[in-house]
């Protein structure tokens, strides 16, 4: 149980692009998820929060115009890259949780703007 | 304040070798969960354990052990007999209650390489 999906898996854009990725938790319902972004060779970090039906929760630094987060329903959150530049090139990881503190991760999703 | 430090940035070993993985974690709340997760290749984070700041015990599953020290906030990671399929970037995790649990603060992480 608790399997979190993304898709696409990889995906190229050009620059100037945006590009849309999708978190779908598949056998329960999400109230919270969470959006990472990992650089080569170097940690998660946090990109943001969000629970269903309210605004995402941006970390400092987080551009909220261009990492635009929608989590409409208790199964699906989508984090749209608008107008990707190739320093947003990286591996985007999401994850779920219901009401407890753990959090189940999707397979992540790399991006390569050119 | 959360803070997660792997000191060890890529550590090699050959096979059969055992090998610990060092995790120490700075938070001033008495309600967290600390987390040790395998990255292999593919990018995918494999959860290895949880374990919560009351519970102090060691654990043991097969090849894989865990030492929690509250007292030196430490939580290191042993790998016994390593083997070539144990070679992946190992994250250490912390999470705990005043951020409401939303907030999962990760190290920098320790690349393994087990060579045959």
């Known amino acids: 149980g608790a399997v979190v999906s993304q898709h696409p898996s990889w995906v190229i854009c050009k620059s100037g692009t945006s590009v849309k990725i999708e978190c779908r938790s598949l056998?329960?319902?999400?109230?919270?998820m969470f959006w990472y972004r990992q650089f080569p060779k170097q940690s998660l970090m946090l990109m943001a929060t969000?629970?269903?039906?309210?605004?995402?929760?941006?970390e400092q630094g987080v551009e909220k115009d261009k990492f635009l987060i929608n989590h409409a329903s208790l199964t699906l959150s989508t984090l749209t890259v608008t107008s990707a530049h190739p320093e947003d090139s990286s591996f985007y990881i999401c994850s779920a949780r219901w009401d407890t503190y753990e959090q189940y991760f999707g397979p992540g999703t790399r991006l390569t703007v050119t | 304040a959360q803070k997660v430090t792997q000191a060890q940035t890529e550590i090699s070993v050959v096979e059969k070798e055992d090998v610990t993985l060092d995790c120490v974690y700075e938070t001033r709340d008495t309600t967290y969960y600390l987390f040790w997760y395998k990255q292999p290749p593919s990018g995918e984070l494999v959860f290895l354990i949880r374990?919560?700041?009351?519970?102090?015990q060691n654990e043991i599953s097969g090849r894989y052990s865990w030492n929690f020290q509250k007292s030196t906030s430490s939580f290191n990671f042993t790998i016994t007999a390593s083997q070539v399929v144990d070679s992946a970037v190992y994250f250490c995790?912390?999470?705990?209650?005043?951020?409401?649990?939303?907030?999962?603060?990760f190290g920098t992480g320790t690349r393994l390489l087990v060579s045959p």
């Open positions: 374990r919560n700041s009351f519970d102090e």
């Open positions: 969000s629970n269903e039906g309210s605004k995402a929760t941006y």
């Open positions: 056998d329960f319902q999400a109230t919270t």
């Open positions: 995790a912390l999470i705990q209650r005043n951020t409401g649990f939303q907030k999962l603060v």
